[in-house]
């Protein structure tokens, strides 16, 4: 899939120093990965806040999809639960709405 054009326009210097790709963007999935490498806690697994900046990325980009042009979206509650540990490689992140209402979205 290829992404929207104005999706190419928008950076974070978070995402960009932890090296977070976008691949597929959508209001109905969002899709991108980041590198283990950098993103590690002290024991050299994955750290679960990096888990949380890509989980509040995609969610942001998936619901800024839906909003559009002038709309504005941040995330107000995020809870992460982690079923293995990684040590190498790229962890992938698919964002897909449960809920989408007037003025919030799961």
Not at 5 to 14: K, M, Y
Not at 16 to 41: D, H, I, W, Y
Request: proline fraction near 4%.
């Amino acid at each position: 899939m290829t992404l929207p054009d104005w999706a190419h326009e928008i950076s974070s210097a978070l995402d960009e120093k932890m090296g977070f790709e976008l691949f597929e963007l959508s209001a109905q999935r969002t899709t991108g990965r980041m590198p283990v490498a950098g993103n590690t806690q002290p024991f050299g697994f994955w750290h679960g806040g990096a888990s949380c900046v890509m989980a509040e990325t995609l969610g942001s980009m998936a619901a800024y999809a839906e909003v559009g042009e002038g709309g504005m979206v941040f995330g107000v509650d995020i809870n992460a639960t982690h079923h293995r540990a990684v040590r190498s490689g790229s962890v992938h992140g698919v964002a897909t709405p449960l809920f989408v209402g007037g003025t919030t979205a799961s």
